[in-house]
């Protein structure tokens, strides 16, 4: 799995990862952030989630671009220092104001910007490290690597934002509930009914801080300080860019060989193949196509930010019971992931001391799940944002797994290329819908809800299991369709093309607002049920042109 990669991987891996940490914790809580702070609706505030997200994978486009021309390390530094302004400044506590909404926005622009300059450039050098004969075969199980990297940083990011949320609440005398910032708002815009009038009194008269307040103190409050909560938990991304930033530079010699655009290999004569124009041609319309296929995937795996997170608040329950209970606790997810890389490590190891240590390591990790099991609570309280924990998860998890299926299909020849994966990929997604659709059916539609949460709660097995099934789907087609690019791209066009896959991303997530949309529109199983039909139509698309696609790579 390891074995035989150049170090250079490592060193961008890591980097990439604190960045993706910070990023990862900003979106867990931002569009609870913005509904708690402004009292948004589902529609507006999954408009502003989907524009946002866009735009961070629009503009790597531009940035691919202008790195062809000056350098993708030169932009990388630059994107670290823009964002870092951009999280400073969302981690600034605004009051409800036009000034507050003009910093907010303004904070989300300068990330998408530097994300623009960093993400997709950074990913053109690890391709670059595998240019090399030596190490051409090992591109995909690279990008498989680099991604699971990725990902160890997202699985923390939403329970660093929880505990920071948690901590500066309590200070206060005040806990969360999902309910509270939306019946506060239509207290204070005298919408509220009796029914909701009388709930929200309760929930204050639960709490400390509210001790003296009338309902309209306690409303301001509340929305006050979980607004400066959720700062606080921004504030966050700016100490995991730093880290970032140190790892980059400190390894900048493992990897600056791959510092190199189309410009400047030819001003250093260095050898870089050659494409005839209709080869060229060729290959960038395969790109498009792909490109094509995955802005339909994004538009539904990126719910999990936007209807996944309305639905984790308002139809699933709060309370963890059983078995459950064990995928909230981040340290029994921690040992569960480096339990499967040991496992893997003891059947791999070549000696019998080495496969010793590493079943004993293996067994006492598992022993540490087993205790830190028992020591939890039989009810464990959940907020909608630890629900984003599973996805990374999964993808630790799992990229070993995945590495050792395709490992074994490829030293039998039967490996399936980088466009099949992307098709299967589309299935599998259709497949994670299925479950949710299943479980949403007999709920109350949203429309009928009022802006509260339903008194019938599912079970979060409902979640867990689609972001499980949803999980496959991704590693088959993200780290796969990214391998793609970097092998398929014409040299002088890497920077721009890599620019390409981000933007149909992003046209992916700017129609993640559609369900958005319509969700006070359609019964909640018609939300999922027009996902899976996206997903179906895609993957008959990409089926139908596999040929052409798999042509474009020879």
Same mark, same amino acid.
């Given at each position: 799995m390891f074995k035989n990669q150049p170090k250079g991987l490592y060193a961008l891996a890591l980097a990439n990862t604190g960045e993706r940490f910070s990023y990862y914790t900003m979106l867990a809580i931002f569009l609870l952030f913005i509904q708690a702070k402004f009292g948004f609706s589902a529609a507006v505030a999954t408009q502003i989630y989907s524009i946002f997200l866009a735009a961070v994978y629009f503009l790597p486009l531009f940035g691919g671009i202008l790195a062809d021309r000056i350098g993708y390390g030169k932009c990388v530094t630059l994107g670290i220092g823009v964002m870092f302004v951009g999280y400073l400044c969302l981690a600034i506590p605004t009051g409800v104001d036009m000034m507050g909404k003009i910093t907010m926005f303004g904070a989300l622009a300068l990330i998408a910007v530097g994300t623009g300059l960093f993400k997709g450039n950074l990913q053109v050098m690890v391709g670059n490290l595998y240019d090399k004969p030596e190490y051409s075969?090992?591109?995909?199980? @690279?990008? +498989?690597?680099?991604?699971? %990297?990725?990902?160890?940083?997202?699985m923390f990011a939403p329970s660093m934002a929880k505990y920071v949320t948690n901590t500066f609440l309590s200070k206060s005398g005040l806990f969360y509930d999902a309910n509270i910032p939306s019946l506060a708002h239509q207290y204070l815009d005298n919408t509220i009914t009796v029914e909701n009038t009388d709930k929200l009194a309760s929930l204050a008269g639960q709490m400390s801080g509210a001790s003296g307040l009338d309902l309209e103190a306690f409303s301001q409050l509340y929305i006050e300080k979980l607004s400066t909560a959720y700062n606080?938990?921004? @504030?966050?991304?700016?100490?995991?860019?730093?880290l970032s930033v140190i790892i980059y530079y400190s390894c900048r010699s493992w990897f600056k060989h791959a510092d190199v655009n189309s410009v400047q290999a030819k001003a250093a004569h260095a050898a870089e193949p050659e494409l005839t124009p209709a080869q060229t041609k060729s290959r960038i319309t395969a790109l498009l196509l792909?490109?094509?296929?995955?802005? /339909?995937?994004?538009?539904?795996?990126?719910?999990?930010? %936007?209807?996944?997170t309305i639905f984790a608040?308002?139809? *699933?329950?709060?309370?963890?019971?059983?078995f459950t209970r064990i995928g909230f606790n981040i340290w029994n997810l921690v040992l569960i992931a480096v339990s499967v890389y040991t496992l893997f490590g003891a059947f791999q190891a070549k000696t019998a001391r080495n496969k010793t240590i590493l079943g004993v390591i293996t067994l006492a990790l598992w022993g540490g799940v087993v205790a830190l099991y028992n020591m939890m609570p039989a009810d464990v309280t959940i907020q909608p944002s630890?629900?984003?924990?599973?996805?990374? /998860? /999964?993808?630790? @998890?799992? *990229?070993?797994? +995945?590495?050792?299926?395709?490992? %074994?299909?490829? &030293?039998?020849? !039967?490996?399936?290329?980088?466009?099949?994966?992307?098709?299967?990929?589309?299935?599998? %997604?259709?497949?994670? /819908?299925?479950?949710? *659709?299943?479980? +949403?059916?007999?709920l109350p539609s949203p429309s009928e809800l009022g802006g509260t949460r339903s008194d019938v709660l599912v079970s979060p097995d409902w979640l867990i299991s689609t972001y499980l099934v949803l999980t496959f789907a991704e590693l088959l087609l993200s780290p796969m369709g990214i391998s793609f690019v970097s092998k398929v791209a014409p040299p002088k066009y890497k920077g721009a093309m890599m620019g390409c896959w981000f933007a149909a991303v992003a046209f992916g997530n700017y129609l993640v607002s559609i369900p958005g949309l319509l969700w006070d529109k359609l019964p909640l199983w018609?939300?999922?049920?027009?996902?899976? +039909?996206?997903?179906?139509? &895609?993957?008959?698309?990409?089926? &139908?042109?596999?040929? !052409?696609?798999?042509? @474009? *790579? !020879?």
């Open positions: 075969h090992l591109r995909d199980s @690279a990008f +498989s690597l680099f991604y699971m %990297a990725i990902n160890i940083g997202a606080y938990g921004f @504030a966050v991304a700016c100490i995991s860019l730093v792909v490109f094509a296929v995955v802005i /339909f995937f994004w538009m539904s795996f990126h719910q999990n930010g %936007a209807t996944m608040r308002d139809y *699933t329950s709060s309370i963890a019971q059983g630890d629900f984003q924990q599973f996805n990374p /998860f /999964f993808v630790v @998890a799992l *990229t070993p797994v +995945s590495l050792a299926i395709f490992g %074994a299909l490829a &030293s039998r020849g !039967k490996e399936p290329s980088a466009p099949r994966k992307i098709g299967l990929g589309m299935l599998v %997604a259709a497949c994670g /819908f299925l479950i949710l *659709t299943v479980g +949403s059916l007999g018609g939300i999922w049920l027009l996902l899976i +039909s996206l997903c179906l139509l &895609s993957a008959l698309f990409i089926f &139908s042109i596999m040929k !052409k696609l798999e042509s @474009a *790579t !020879k």
